[in-house]
């Protein structure tokens, strides 16, 4: 996938063009078909896929991919993420088209106009993080906005916030870790982490974020170093 991004005029803002190249995660009924027996996720709900991070798909065709459409969003600063009929693009607010033919099908407004981190998916809702430190989720089939949550005295987020057994977990520019309760949005525990922070993975039990004081690894539940 490619972004092309055209250059805003003062005030407005900067649509791009979504341009989806065939995968066999993306193409619609009758444009492409993955090999017989081939193991294909149909999914990438985070930032490199995996709440390990790991950025690797199970399967993907050989160039030369031909495209299936072709769709405008709305200043996406980040990747996608893609549920079974989705993608979501997150930006100028946060944009769910159709996955087989790039349509629509929802735009929400009411978040933070800066989000640099790509959205996580998880149980149904959409999370997304903004420089604004604030956290939202959203209803993934229908946009609609399920609880919000502004940490005041937190410094920008930019890193991509992650979703895992019931919790979403955030990394401020100001060297934190927050977890939130994914469904309420209550806020769970915060730890000092050091700056300029990474986007945090988990394995287990451990949720692990790297800065510039070095590599962390914090309890998921209690937030312990």
Known sequence: MSLYRKPPRRGA???????????????PPGVAQPPQGANVAPTWPMFRGT??????????????????????????????????????????????????????????????????????LADGLLYVASRAVTVTALDAQHGTLAWQVTEAGESGITASPLAVGGKVFVATQGGRLLAFDGKSGNPLWRTAIGHSVSSPAADGDTVFVGSRDGMFAVAADTGKL
């Open 51 to 120: 709440p390990q991070r790991t950025g690797k798909a199970e399967a993907a065709p050989a160039p030369p991919w031909t495209l299936a459409w072709k769709a405008q969003a709305y200043a996406p600063f980040s990747s996608p993420a893609l549920s079974e009929d989705l993608v979501f693009c997150s930006g100028g607010g946060v944009t769910a088209l159709d996955k087989a033919t790039g349509e629509r099908r929802w735009r929400q407004m009411q978040v933070p106009f800066s989000q640099w981190s790509s959205p996580a």
């Open 13 to 27: 803002v900067p649509a791009v063009t979504v341009w989806v190249c065939v995968q066999w995660v993306f193409a």
